[in-house]
């Protein structure tokens, strides 16, 4: 295996588990504040993803599929994120 493909292994592995560790230690009254600040941070993922997207590379195609799936799934991340935030909130309001 090539020395930079364990490199992001590691970085993959190391991100998961700390994204873990961070997300289980989060209190329930702080959720909702970090869940909107996460939909921006999505939302900047999307433009890198179409940024990406057009780039030119030795595969073309390939680079065009995978850019258009990362819009896809940024996406559906900053919708998602949306409609959760809004239903907490909801869930605040005096009925």
């Known amino acids: 295996m090539e020395p930079t493909f364990i490199l992001l292994l590691f ?38 993803a179409i940024l990406t997207s057009r780039t030119e590379s030795v595969n073309v195609e390939i680079t ?3 850019g258009m799936l990362a819009v896809f799934f940024a996406t559906v991340n900053v919708v998602g994120g949306y409609l959760v935030t809004n239903r907490m909130l909801s869930m605040f309001k005096k009925k």
Do not use: Q
């Open 64 to 66: 065009f599929i995978l």
């Open 11 to 48: 970085v993959l592995v190391l991100s998961i588990f700390l994204g873990f560790e961070l997300i289980s230690k989060v209190p329930s009254t702080l959720h909702t504040p970090l869940m909107s600040g996460a939909n921006a941070i999505s939302g900047i993922t999307i433009v890198g």
